[in-house]
């Protein structure tokens, strides 16, 4: 397996969720009007859901019109085989924030870069930047984990070579697909004090912090050279098939012209970009 690849299962797991059985397909296209095909998760806040409600639907909607269509998806779990089974498989044309090095797709210009951040109660004044604080020995930790048997996300990975793993408590990246937005839990759980701090994916962090009701901090992770064999921020890019450069260029001509008001739905939603 390639690091490109096992870095989307890692960054699909957390910074996307899981769904319903995804072969629902579902056009806004008029008559004559060409589609923009994507391909994404039904119930992944803040990404995507199939109310339009996530940060990806929103832009796809400022690029397709940008591009003269409309919106076409194709929905289903962003698990394991995802891209074979959607994008490689014709079902769409596109995936949105993908890592921008990521390998079996052809990505755009990146579009937002970000990272895993610290969360803790603004309160509790902790200021947890790096795994290295020693604070985190005695602090009750939540992270996202995978729970398959491919790798964990980065924070599981950094815990474990420091010996960090006693206080650790582990929340799935899929959640309780029975939820509306089964990603939060991590973040409900700090603002609860079931855990003292909690590394998250930042996109998730930025979007739910938002809905607690006490005041939350967030803070980039710092990586250690030498240490941290996998970094915490990464660039995210719209991923096409490998043959489809035409669409790409597209894509990047509208990421481009249309940056500004991009960057007006990332700072609505509350993304922090690194």
């Given amino acids: 397996m390639s690091l490109g690849s096992r870095r989307m299962r890692v960054l699909a797991g957390c910074a996307l969720g899981v769904a319903l059985a995804g072969v629902l397909r579902t056009s806004a296209a008029a008559p004559g009007v060409p589609s923009l095909r994507v391909c994404a998760d039904p119930n992944n806040l803040p990404f995507t859901n199939t109310r339009g409600e996530g ?6 909607d400022v690029l397709a019109h940008q591009l003269g269509r409309t919106v076409e998806y194709y929905w289903q779990p962003q698990r394991r085989g995802f891209l074979r089974t959607t994008l490689q498989a014709h079902r769409c044309d596109v995936v949105m924030s993908v890592p921008s090095a990521l390998e079996r797709v052809r ?17 509790r004044h902790l200021d947890v930047r790096s795994f290295d604080d020693p604070r985190l020995a005695t602090l009750r930790v939540g992270i996202q984990i995978t729970g398959e048997d491919y790798e964990n996300p980065p924070a599981a990975q950094a815990l474990a070579v420091r010996g960090l793993v006693n206080n650790v408590r582990g929340f799935p990246v899929y959640g309780d697909y029975s939820q509306p937005a089964p990603q939060r839990t991590i973040i409900d759980a700090v603002a609860a004090g079931t855990v003292d701090i909690a590394v998250v994916w930042g996109p998730i962090a930025g979007y739910f912090v938002k809905s607690v009701p006490i005041a939350m901090r967030l803070e980039p992770v710092q990586r ?45 939603f509350g993304i922090p970009r690194a």
Avoid: C, K, W
């Fill in 55 to 60: 940060f990806e639907n929103a832009v796809a």
């Fill in 224 to 268: 250690h050279d030498g240490v941290d064999a996998t970094p915490f921020a990464f660039d995210l890019s719209i991923g096409v098939r490998p043959d489809d450069a035409p669409l790409a260029r597209e894509l990047d001509v509208a990421l481009r012209r249309r940056a500004a008001e991009i960057r007006r739905i990332f700072d609505h």
């Fill in 107 to 123: 990505t755009t210009m990146p579009y937002y870069r970000s990272s895993y951040v610290f969360v803790s109660q603004r309160a």
